[in-house]
Nanobody, 127 residues
Framework: VQLQASGGGLVQAGGSPRLSCAASGRTFSIYAMGWFRQAPGKEREFVAAIIWSGGRTYSADSVKGRFTISRDNAKNTVYLQMDSLKPEDTAVYYC?????????????????????WGRGTQVTVSS
């Protein structure tokens, strides 16, 4: 599975960009897709994830109510709609895919549970 993320850039605080992540290859094997981010000097952290079949979503508390993850099965693409951006949202955002069942919060938010990673896309929020 190959993942290609896009949609990052320089955004003003309060802005609403949307990130996209297109999957190709053995996409039939995908169980879940997620977004993680890594700010300078910080560890990579979970942002949101979606179960490919059924569409159940998970979001980190830090983005709940502001970011929305969704998917388009026909396009094999997952989106991250980011609203009410804050300067602390500045980070490199990575999309990831898992090809095995992730059972709830015990695994869905853990980066090493994901099997495939795309190149990150930088999101910089100016105040």
């Amino acid at each position: 599975v190959q993942l290609q993320a896009s949609g990052g850039g320089l955004v003003q605080a309060g802005g609403s960009p949307r990130l996209s992540c297109a999957a190709s290859g053995r996409t039939f094997s995908i169980y879940a897709m997620g977004w993680f981010r890594q700010a300078p000097g910080k560890e990579r952290e979970f942002v949101a994830a979606i179960i490919w079949s059924g569409g159940r979503t998970y979001s980190a508390d830090s983005v709940k109510g502001r970011f929305t993850i969704s998917r388009d099965n026909a396009k094999n693409t997952v989106y991250l709609q980011m609203d009410s951006l804050k300067p602390e949202d500045t980070a490199v955002y990575y999309c990831a895919a898992a090809n095995r069942p992730l059972t709830g919060w015990g695994s869905i938010g853990i980066d090493y549970e994901y099997d495939y990673w795309g190149r990150g896309t930088q999101v910089t929020v100016s105040s």
